[in-house]
Structure formats: structure tokens, C-alpha cells
């Protein structure tokens, strides 16, 4: 069994700002690694290897029939919540193919027996972990737009947790 989740990757200028906007948090709690940045689009919990092939040729189904969208969502509230103890740069999903996307991903996991949103999507970047409060910092905007879609594992080691790409799949305009 794998832990995994879908989730769409910054690019270099993005990952670029996002560390520049860590660097300026201070208060106490854990800083995302750099590598770690990413936008979850379906936590998928536990995966035996049989769920994990039917995902990965459902998905590559969806992309070769370009229903996968391209999308735009911008980044730009800072935000401490406070349940999963987290500090993170948020959105909102009024673009119709990232929401169209989110609900492709939430579907294919119902269908397989795999974790589910029980929140309504709220498009995000995680930035810092065990995080307290909320700095009193102007959140800078962040322009995110998807071409792929990536299905990682969560791996924990003596390192902390780390995350590998294990397929991709593109997004189609
Ligand atoms: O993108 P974020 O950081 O919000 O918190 C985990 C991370 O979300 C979340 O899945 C993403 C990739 O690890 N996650 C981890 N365990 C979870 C759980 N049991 C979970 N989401 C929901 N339920």
C-alpha cells in the first residue's frame, strides 16, 4: 500500500515566490520544503497497486481524450487554519476547468474506494506545518496555471516526508 495524492506542481518562478514568502514568516511551526510545495487536488489516502493502476489508466484515458483542463487560479490570502494546524497561500476555484478538474479527481476516487474531500475545494498551497498564528504580513498574489497533473507519493523517512512524482499526466487547453 502507497499513501498518494493528485496534485499540481508550481513551476520555477512560482516556487521562486513561495520561498521567498516563507522566508519572511517567522512565529513557530515547520516551513514546507521547497521540493514539498504543491497544490493537493484529491488526497487519496492508502492505495493497494491495483487501485493505483486503475487510477493511473483512468487518468490517462481522461488525458488522451484531452477532458484533463488547463487552468488559472490565483493565489492571494494568507491564511492560518487552524484544525490541520497549517499556514497557507489561498485561493478561490472560479475557474471551470480547475473546478472541473477537482471534481474528475474527487470522482475517480469515490469510484475506486479511495479517501474523499469532505470540505467543499478551496485551491491552496501549504507553506508552513504546526503553524500557531497568522503573521501579520500583506500576502503577495500568486498566478498558478496547471498544464499537468501529477500523482504523488508520500513517503515518510528520517528526513521528514517526501514526496515523489510517479506519473503525469498533461492538461489540455
Ligand atoms: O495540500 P495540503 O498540505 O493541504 O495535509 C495533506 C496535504 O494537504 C493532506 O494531503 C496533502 C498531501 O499530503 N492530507 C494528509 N493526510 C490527510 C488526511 N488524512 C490529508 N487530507 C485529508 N485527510
Given amino acids: 500500500m502507497k499513501r498518494l495524492f493528485l496534485a499540481i506542481a508550481p513551476d520555477a518562478a512560482q516556487l521562486e515566490q513561495l520561498t521567498q514568502l516563507q522566508a519572511s514568516l517567522d ?17 487519496l489516502g492508502q492505495c493497494s497497486e491495483a487501485q493505483q493502476e486503475a ?15 488547463t487552468f488559472e487560479v490565483t493565489l492571494n490570502t494568507l491564511e492560518h487554519w487552524v484544525k490541520p494546524k497549517i499556514l497557507c497561500l489561498k485561493g478561490a476555484a472560479r475557474d471551470p476547468g480547475l473546478i ?17 474531500s469532505e470540505h467543499s475545494f478551496t485551491p491552496h498551497i501549504t507553506l508552513m506545518r504546526k503553524a500557531k ?13 496547471g498544464h499537468a497533473l501529477h ?23
Wanted: with cysteine; proline share 6%; aromatic share 6%.
Fill in 27 to 43: 512565529g513557530e511551526g515547520r516551513l514546507v520544503p521547497r521540493d514539498n510545495l504543491h497544490m493537493t487536488l484529491a488526497f
Fill in 55 to 69: 487510477l493511473s489508466e483512468s487518468l490517462a484515458r481522461l488525458a488522451h481524450q484531452r477532458r484533463l483542463p
Fill in 100 to 116: 472541473s478538474l477537482f471534481n474528475q479527481c474527487q470522482r475517480l476516487a469515490q469510484q475506486l474506494g479511495l479517501h474523499t
Fill in 133 to 145: 498564528m497568522l503573521p501579520e504580513l500583506k500576502a503577495p498574489s500568486l498566478s498558478l496555471s
Fill in 151 to 173: 500523482l504523488y507519493h508520500s513517503q515518510s523517512s528520517e528526513q521528514g516526508v517526501l514526496y515523489k512524482v510517479l506519473a503525469s499526466w498533461p492538461l489540455t487547453a
